[in-house]
């Protein structure tokens, strides 16, 4: 026996319930909110304008905020009040920013670059809401103009202000509205139109109006102007004479103090409409109204004032803060399921202009503003909500829908929106996947096992077709093809007569999702792996112009009525134009991340529409501005300051050499996504080129140690569709040369380089000739040394050459005598003269051959010398042998001649007296130096000796004598003794200068 549960469950899933449930839509756009917490002074707007440097301007109750995009100021009105509930701006031809601020008593200020200054105080308007305020130039004057609802007018010509009461002219007891026409001022009032001319005058305007006219807009366009007018629930606009409705179904609410129509043209072909109480949109190109306030996601449901600024962005104020409306390219769809969720995961458009949405819980369409929910989808117990969406739809001949549920199978849906379940499905095995009918009227109906074909009255599976098989989506191509996408296959093209499939080597591009079949018959394929294209039967990556590809998974492929093909992909759409790809994600107000495989199509007006998985998004070509390239996304160059200069003039501007740190104070504005913007620049003169895109956060640019040189800044700033403002140049500024490098300064550098140049080449050209000079006296010096040397040297050879031969000659004479004398004695003293001659010869005979001619070396010397006197004395050589002991030493000519004379005697009376009888023996003689100043001699042999050496220093020998009286002259001492022979020891002073 079943049980309570049980009988549900069965009953769930064979009875279908088709429940419709209204529910009020919400469409969106891409909303951005401002408040006190974002840097507004109060929450309490009452207006808004635009500056010539692109900041917005916003009227407060507590003062003037001032926007950039950037960074807030504030300013506060001359009246210094708070709790101003009636506060308008305006923009004069010029750009001047005046206010009106109304609290117990009226103020009308103009901003003077710092501050507002007051024009008038006023105790006027001290109960009437002012409905109109505006500063403008008419016939080359001023003109300042401020109505009241109560019928009062205050007005300034040039410097004259007026004030008139219309109830004590006219019948007029209301103004609502006023706009400039020309030179007049057109006015809105409860009698009608009203002409307004600078000299106070009032004239009735001949157009009939079926309604009270509470809103006036002056609109100018490129061919004509027109004048729009609203009141009640009707807009329109007055063309030659004569008031030509748009719409007549406003729903505005007005009350005394809030008795106006606010028209506010979008610049896109759209109005708002509304006061504080609503807001509207008006479309004229497809002419449709819709409500909009909070559920579309503004701040408020109504507005105080309204501004399309140079982009196009709309700003609408409210005493909840401020709404800025900047990216309109998609009207987002969201909330169709009953708040399930927002997701939609097919479309169809059922009838022109009317999308059926699929999602995890069933079926919605819009019907006016509101969503009709069809509910037909029964969640069973333990189901995944993934398992129960809505994969695919389509619409047969009959204007039957047919639905593929996943797990739930395949229904059918009639034009009354009555669902019933397939009637084949108990003989349909596998989860439902897509759904198409082609141009026989067979239904094709595709599961995770089979391809089934339905012919409206039997179910079969093709025998040409695999038999067992997943396909993802059944795709519609020319010619009456179908494109079966088979899951982790590729495709399979089937013709009238062949079924084909086309597969690729790459696993990614085997898992396709879409194709789209362009009118020379390529076939373009959505897969995991991006945009491919059927090529030589395979599957490969599809390259479009310019080299570009599509890398991320496309799950749609559209083509619009421009020819723009369309790629749902999973961040976001892309728009390919035949040139360039254009993105769309959330942050242009795409209504999710990723799109839905059938999801996507392009109405009866040429509105592209996607399903993805937070809502539905249709495309609106006219308000998208990627394709708008005029963006106001200027940027000012405001003030160039250095640490010690601040200034805001930017002409004829100088920093000295060690105040080089420059600062850049610059101003940009674009409102599409403040956050997105991006600045570049590059200082002329320093830079080569421009530096590297940055966001654009800070209002200042900073240059430090620059140069001395002549410069000026370029700067450009990137909005956040991508698109480069123009560029803008600073005045040139100059940064000083040091004074070392200024013109005097560097010519008095030159003349003191010059002078100490001179200097320094004179002092060098005088040291170099000083140089040479002493160069030239050293080597003239040399050559006079030399050539002095050379004469001394060749006159102390010829003086020593002549010595020596005039001694031989002296030497020969004494041998001549000596040969003619027969006494012997006598004989023996001209011997003992010739010896000591020679000895002295033979001293200047060894200077002559010498090349020092004042010293001689004693051991060759006195070697020498011993060897004549051996000559003289002895006739053997070998009877009496001589032993030499000295050393090399120089010494000068006149110790010589004593130490010659000396060995001549004692070494002459060893050879005549020391051997008898010609008896054997040996003489010795040394030399050498006892210390630095003594030279000393020795002269002994092993003869018989001295006999009476005790009367040695009495005797008479002429030889003794000469040797003490040398050793005197040159301050020496000898000694005398007897040691196996006689032996002579003498010491002489060698440095002894007084031999005189």
């Known amino acids: 026996m079943l049980n309570l549960k049980s009988l549900k469950l069965t009953l769930s899933s064979i009875i279908l319930l088709a429940i419709t449930v209204n529910i009020v ?34 009227g407060t109750k507590n003062g003037v905020s001032v926007y950039d995009g950037l960074n807030w100021k504030t300013y506060s009105y001359s009246s210094g009040g708070t709790g101003v509930d009636n506060i308008m701006l305006s923009k004069d031809e010029k750009g001047t920013v005046w206010v009106f601020a109304r609290n117990t008593d009226v103020f009308i200020s103009r901003f003077n670059g710092e501050q507002f200054v007051d024009q008038l105080h006023s105790s006027y308007f001290s109960r009437s809401s002012v409905t109109s ?82 809103g006036l807009y002056l609109e100018v366009k490129k061919y004509e102007n027109r004048l729009l007018v609203g009141g009640g629930s ?162 047969d001949k009959e204007d039957n829908i047919w639905v593929a549920a996943n797990v739930k199978g395949f229904f059918v849906i009639d034009k009354y929106f009555n669902a019933r379940k397939f009637e084949e499905m108990p003989h349909i095995e596998g989860l439902a996947t897509s759904v198409q009918q082609d141009e026989t009227g067979t239904i094709w109906l595709t599961t995770s096992r089979h391809i089934y074909a339905y012919n409206g009255k039997t179910l079969s599976i093709p025998d040409k077709f695999p038999y ?50 362009d009118s020379n018959g390529t076939i373009y394929l959505g897969t995991i792996g991006g945009l ?42 892309v728009r390919y134009d035949g040139i360039k790809l254009y993105t769309y994600t959330t942050k242009d107000g795409f209504s999710g991340n990723e799109t839905n495989r059938s999801a996507g199509l392009v109405d009866n007006n040429n509105r592209v529409w996607f399903g993805t998985n937070n809502g539905a998004s249709c495309y609106y070509k006219e308000y998208d501005s990627k394709n708008d390239t005029t963006v106001f996304s200027s940027l000012f160059i405001k003030s160039i300051n250095s640490q010690k200069q601040n200034t805001q ?56 140690n620059v140069a001395p040189g002549t410069y000026k800044l370029l700067a450009q700033m990137k909005n956040a569709n991508g698109i480069w403002g123009p560029v803008s140049t600073s005045p040139e500024f100059t940064i000083n040369k040091p004074f070392y490098l200024k013109w005097w300064f560097i010519i008095f550098g030159v003349f003191v380089l010059g002078f100490l140049g001179f200097s320094v080449q004179h002092y060098f050209e005088q040291r170099k000739h000083n140089y040479y000079l002493k160069k030239e006296i050293s080597r003239v010096t040399k050559e006079l040394k030399e050539t002095e040397t050379n004469y001394r040297e060749t006159l ?36 003992e003269s010739q010896n000591r001659i020679r000895s002295m010869a033979l001293i200047h005979e060894k200077l002559y051959q010498s090349k020092k001619f004042s010293e001689l070396d004693i051991s060759s010397y006195v070697g020498s010398l011993i060897e004549y006197l051996k000559r003289v004395f002895l006739v053997n050589t070998t009877v009496i042998k001589v032993n030499l002991k000295t050393e090399e030493i120089y010494i000068n000519i006149d110790l010589a001649i004593a130490c010659g004379l000396i060995i001549n005697e004692l070494v002459s009376n060893s050879f005549k007296y020391a051997f008898p009888d010609n008896g054997k023996g040996v003489i010795f003689v040394e030399i050498r130096k006892q210390d630095k100043d003594t030279l000393f001699l020795s002269v002994k042999d092993n003869g018989i000796g001295i006999e009476n050496i005790s009367n040695i220093e009495t005797a008479d020998s002429l030889g003794l004598k000469l040797v003490k009286m040398l050793v005197k002259q040159h301050k020496g001492d000898y000694n005398v003794s007897n040691k196996d022979g006689a032996l002579f020891e003498i010491k002489l002073t060698m440095n002894n200068e007084n031999t005189g």
């Open 234 to 395: 009707v807009l329109g606009y007055i063309k030659e004479n004569k008031f030509v409705k748009l719409i007549d179904n406003l729903s505005v609410t007005y009350d005394e103090n809030n008795p106006v129509l606010l028209i506010i043209p979008d610049k896109r072909g759209g109005y708002f409409l509304g006061n504080q109480f609503s807001l509207s949109f008006y479309s004229e190109s497809d002419n449709s109204l819709m409500t909009i306030g909070i559920i579309n996601g503004l701040i408020a449901s109504g507005a105080t004032s309204a501004f399309v600024d140079a982009e196009k962005n709309i700003w609408i104020t409210s005493l909840r803060g401020v709404s800025k409306i900047s990216k309109r390219t998609f009207l987002n769809y969201r909330n169709a399921f009953l708040n399930y969720e927002n997701e939609v995961s097919s479309l169809i458009e059922y009838k022109p202009g009317k999308i059926l949405f699929g999602g995890n819980f069933g079926l919605s369409y819009v019907n006016g503003t509101e969503y009709n929910y069809i509910k037909f989808l029964d969640t069973l117990t333990g189901e995944t909500q993934g398992h129960i969406r809505i994969l695919d739809i389509c619409k």
């Open 649 to 704: 003039t930017l002409e004829n501007l100088e920093f000295e050499s060690n105040d080089n740190d420059i600062t850049f104070l610059v101003s940009g504005t674009s409102f599409i996504d403040e956050k997105e913007n991006k600045i570049r620049w590059r200082l002329d003169g320093f830079d080569n080129q421009w530096g590297n895109e940055r966001p654009f956060v800070s209002n200042e640019i900073f240059y430090d």
């Open 133 to 214: 305020f505006f500063v403008d130039t008419i016939n080359s004057k001023r003109f300042i103009f401020i109505s009241g609802h109560l019928g009062e007018i205050l007005y300034c010509c040039d410097t004259t202000w007026k004030t008139v009461i219309l109830s004590a002219k006219t019948e007029i007891n209301r103004v609502y509205s006023a706009t400039r026409n020309g030179s007049n001022i057109i006015l809105a009032t409860d009698k009608g139109l009203y002409d307004f001319s600078t000299d106070g005058s009032i004239t009735k305007v001949q157009i009939e109006l079926p309604f009270v006219p509470k």
């Open 532 to 573: 491919c294209m059927i090529k030589n039967d395979s599957i490969v990556k599809c390259i479009l112009n310019n080299n570009q590809t599509i890398n991320r998974p496309i799950y749609i492929i559209l083509k619009d009525a421009d020819n723009n093909l369309w790629f749902g992909t999973d961040m976001g759409v």
């Open 25 to 58: 839509f919400s469409q969106s756009y891409n909303i951005t909110h401002y408040n006190e917490q974002s840097g507004l002074n109060s929450s309490a707007v009452w207006s808004v304008i635009q500056d010539n440097e692109g900041k917005m301007w916003f």
């Open 468 to 517: 067992e098989i997943n396909i993802r989506k059944i795709i519609k191509l020319r010619n009456n093809e179908i494109l079966f996408s088979a899951v982790g296959l590729g495709v399979y093209l089937k013709s009238e007569q062949n079924l084909k499939l086309f597969t690729s080597i790459e696993n990614n591009f085997k898992n396709v999702f879409s194709a789209y079949e």
């Open 796 to 831: 102390l050879k010829e003086i020593h050459h002549r010595v020596k031969n005039n001694m031989q000659i002296i030497s020969s004479l004494l041998s001549l005598q000596s040969s003619r004398e027969a006494d012997v004695h006598l004989n023996e003293i001209i011997r």
